[in-house]
């Protein structure tokens, strides 16, 4: 299984937190917003509505802020965040990709929910995602470890465009030992693991 810095040597690792919300917010304000001003809020119970007075980054701030936000920062080594990978409970992230056609047949329930995968558009193919997504598997073990999962899109064989990768690819999460659960859309399946405590 790849290990974090195999390909991406020059950064480090460190959690969503207080102490990196200027990095993170650095990052996604690079980046317009993400996705149209997401934020990497779309998954969590809640979302604001703009018409409540309430910004996305003002939302994902508080989550982070009452540790209901979480996610893997990859840092290069001038201290910006250049990636990252959004991982939380099912508590913390209930929205699920493709709701209607998971719940058909829902899988097990999991520990671990991982949701988005971002990296800066100027810092592709570095490694840099495979770098967060270790990373984060890195820190679930940390917090004790249990199922994983994705809804994830595979690309093998097909062109696939950025923007329907936000949640990584499958051929990604099967280099770091996921397995493929079921299909739940076109190109889009459930994975999980079960990730060791540490």
């Keep these: 299984m790849p290990t974090v810095g195999e390909q991406a040597k020059p950064y480090t690792i460190q ?41 996305h980054r003002e939302a994902k701030e508080q989550l982070v802020r009452t540790d209901r936000a979480h996610a893997a920062l990859v840092i290069d080594e001038d201290g910006l965040a250049q990636g990252w990978c959004q991982y939380g409970s099912p508590a913390e992230l209930p929205g699920i990709k493709h709701g209607r056609e ?41 917090r004790g470890g249990g199922l994983v999962e994705a809804i994830s899109e595979v690309t093998a064989g097909r062109q696939a465009q950025g923007r329907f990768l936000f949640s990584a690819t499958v051929e990604l999460f099967e280099d770091f030992d996921f397995t493929r659960v079921r299909q739940v859309g076109k190109h889009a399946w459930i994975v999980s693991r079960v990730v060791e405590p540490a």
């Excluded at 719940?103 to 520990?111: L, S």
């Design 102 to 142: 998971y719940e058909k047949d829902a899988p097990p329930f999991p520990d671990w929910r991982v949701t988005c995968v971002f990296v800066d558009k100027k810092h592709r193919g570095l490694g840099i995602a495979r770098a967060a997504l270790a990373g984060a598997l890195g820190q679930i073990a940390q």
């Design 15 to 55: 959690p969503l937190s207080q102490s990196t919300w200027g990095a993170f917010a650095e990052l996604v304000e690079r980046n317009n917003g993400i996705f149209g001003g997401c934020w990497c809020i779309g998954y969590h119970l809640e979302p604001p509505r703009r018409s409540m007075g309430v910004s």
